[in-house]
């Protein structure tokens, strides 16, 4: 890859099939490069995929197929802004939709584990604000799994 920094995500034995799932979901993403292991290593067999380069939203990846020893954790996550409730939607239910799952305050996990923080940029916008607004915006979205755009609008009006 040419990009000085990579962002490096472990999977068990799945980054290739993760990377052009991210490719289809989102724009600006692409699998690019699939290496396979040279040789036989704690994780995989020589020919096995080893590593996937991508980019997911013009972020460039690196997908390592690493086995199971280093789960996903909240730790790490994907934040991917959105600045329409039908393109919030469309991520959230391509990731939850295809065997992941919901969590609170606009997180959820893939299918891989790899957790996703799908934020519509007026609650962004909103915690710029500070002041009341930021705490009525803020309040609005510990109710929320998926983000209600609406929702958060109305409470930055108070």
Same mark, same amino acid.
């Given at each position: 890859?040419?990009? !000085? &920094?990579?962002? $490096?995500?472990?999977?068990?034995? *799945?980054?290739?099939?993760?990377?052009?799932?991210?490719?289809?979901?989102?724009?600006?993403?692409?699998?690019?490069?699939?290496?396979?292991?040279?040789?036989?290593?704690?994780?995989? !067999?020589?020919?096995?995929?080893?590593?996937?380069?991508?980019?997911? $939203?013009?972020?460039?990846?690196?997908?390592?197929?690493?086995?199971? !020893?280093?789960?996903?954790?909240?730790?790490?996550?994907?934040?991917?802004?959105?600045?329409? *409730?039908?393109?919030?939607?469309?991520?959230? &239910?391509?990731?939850?939709?295809?065997?992941?799952?919901?969590?609170?305050?606009?997180?959820?996990?893939?299918?891989?584990?790899? &957790?996703?923080?799908?934020?519509?940029?007026?609650?962004?916008?909103?915690?710029? *604000?500070?002041?009341?607004?930021?705490?009525?915006?803020?309040?609005?979205?510990?109710?929320? *799994? !998926?983000?209600?755009?609406?929702?958060?609008?109305?409470?930055?009006?108070?």
């Amino acid at each position: 890859m040419t990009a !000085k &920094n990579t962002i $490096c995500v472990w999977y068990d034995t *799945q980054a290739e099939e993760a990377a052009r799932f991210y490719a289809s979901v989102f724009p600006d993403s692409h699998v690019h490069h699939v290496h396979r292991s040279p040789l036989d290593n704690p994780g995989n !067999k020589a020919g096995d995929v080893l590593m996937v380069e991508f980019t997911v $939203c013009g972020v460039a990846c690196l997908g390592l197929n690493g086995g199971p !020893k280093f789960p996903q954790s909240e730790a790490f996550s994907f934040q991917i802004a959105t600045d329409t *409730q039908e393109e919030t939607d469309r991520y959230w &239910n391509a990731l939850v939709g295809n065997g992941g799952a919901e969590s609170m305050c606009g997180w959820c996990k893939d299918r891989w584990g790899v &957790n996703w923080q799908i934020t519509p940029r007026v609650l962004t916008e909103a915690m710029a *604000q500070g002041g009341e607004e930021a705490k009525r915006a803020f309040a609005a979205m510990m109710t929320m *799994q !998926k983000i209600d755009i609406a929702a958060i609008e109305a409470a930055r009006r108070g």
